[in-house]
């Protein structure tokens, strides 16, 4: 797996709202499920949502309401809305296809802190 490139992180306020990018490469992007994860300073890494090649969406229940992964099978492009944020939100996020791969891009950093 080719690493994708994450941003769009940065430091908000409890409530606030941010939209992070997922740039991947794969020539089968459209026809594969794409997750976001995170990874918050001393824990493991954990499955935040996915979405399918037909776009059912799976998400963990801490994020039900507030967040919403899409994607743009055209420009190879997955995103995370992130909206009404808490402190407990804040950790590094990943995008990934093949979790079990081991590759992994750099990540973007989300902080939610008054």
């Known amino acids: 797996q080719v690493q994708p490139v994450e941003s769009g992180g940065g430091l908000v306020q409890p409530g606030g709202s941010l939209r992070l990018s997922c740039a991947a490469s794969?020539?089968?992007?459209?026809?594969?499920?794409w997750g976001w994860y995170r990874q918050a300073p001393g824990k493991q890494r954990e499955l935040v949502e996915t979405?399918?090649?037909?776009?059912?969406?799976n998400y963990v229940d801490s994020v039900k309401d507030r967040f919403t992964i899409s994607r743009d099978n055209d420009r190879k492009m997955v995103y995370l809305q992130m909206n009404s944020l808490k402190p407990e939100d804040t950790a590094v996020y990943y995008c990934?296809?093949?979790?079990?791969?081991?590759?992994w891009g750099q990540g973007t950093q989300v902080t939610v802190s008054s």
């Open positions: 979405i399918a090649r037909f776009g059912i969406i």
């Open positions: 990934n296809t093949d979790p079990s791969s081991g590759v």
């Open positions: 794969e020539i089968i992007f459209r026809f594969v499920t």
